[in-house]
T-cell receptor, first 110, second 110 residues
Framework: DGGITQSPKYLFRKEGQNVTLSCEQNLNHDAMYWYRQDPGQGLRLIYYSQIVNDFQKGDIAEGYSVSREKKESFPLTVTSAQKNPTAFYLC?????????FGPGTRLTVT | GQSLEQPSEVTAVEGAIVQINCTYQTSGFYGLSWYQQHDGGAPTFLSYNALDGLEETGRFSSFLSRSDSYGYLLLQELQMKDSASYFCAVRDNYGQNFVFGPGTRLSVLP
């Protein structure tokens, strides 16, 4: 089955630690995205990548970093510089005008 | 700046028709999408309008008026499973990115 996988579903970290969220797709899509969703809110763009070895900052990139070394993979690192990292993180890929989302990772930092 | 507005909540009964409105102000515009998200789940694509007019997909229809910067999602023959959050999203930045609205929570009552 083609799709996007994110792992883990739930992640707990202590304040001050960096954490990397996984996103893998086997849809052969060039474009991939990371969004953050807070309770009762819409999706806000963190980073996006249109092609391997290239990525751009979104609206809320501060405190986050990404890499795109392979077409299938677009991991997101939440650094200790992110002041309020607890949130639901969604990865997506795009074909044409349609985005395909992974199941998300719920990150809790205490 | 970029902003999208949607009603925060809508309530309707099974079998009814409901309309969810979306107004937008964005720096670029290539089309308006609608996504459905059940609690704790991933957003799933419903529809896309690039041109003015109505697009129909089964029980769901979506409308766009570019001159009014306005669109809506129409859900007919409501079912309990339609209870979810619905997001409009503008495709901008030369079609590369999507800006999401805050979402409308639809509750379908028996």
């Amino acid at each position: 089955d083609g799709g996007i996988t994110q792992s883990p579903k739930y992640l707990f970290r202590k304040e001050g630690q960096n954490v990397t969220l996984s996103c893998e797709q086997n849809l052969n899509h060039d474009a991939m995205y990371w969004y953050r969703q807070d309770p009762g809110q819409g999706l806000r763009l963190i980073y996006y990548s249109q092609i391997v070895n290239d990525f751009q900052k979104g609206d809320i990139a501060e405190g986050y970093s990404v890499s795109r070394e392979k077409k299938e993979s677009f991991p997101l690192t939440v650094t200790s510089a992110q002041k309020n990292p607890t949130a639901f993180y969604l990865c997506a890929s795009k074909e044409g005008y349609e985005q395909y989302f992974g199941p998300g990772t719920r990150l809790t930092v205490t | 700046g970029q902003s999208l507005e949607q009603p925060s909540e809508v309530t309707a009964v099974e079998g009814a028709i409901v309309q969810i409105n979306c107004t937008y102000q964005t720096s670029g515009f290539y089309g308006l999408s609608w996504y459905q998200q059940h609690d704790g789940g991933a957003p799933t694509f419903l529809s896309y309008n690039a041109l003015d007019g109505l697009e129909e997909t089964g029980r769901f229809s979506s409308f766009l008026s570019r001159s009014d910067s306005y669109g809506y999602l129409l859900l007919q023959e409501l079912q309990m499973k339609d209870s979810a959050s619905y997001f409009c999203a503008v495709r901008d930045n030369y079609g590369q990115n999507f800006v999401f609205g805050p979402g409308t929570r639809l509750s379908v009552l028996p």
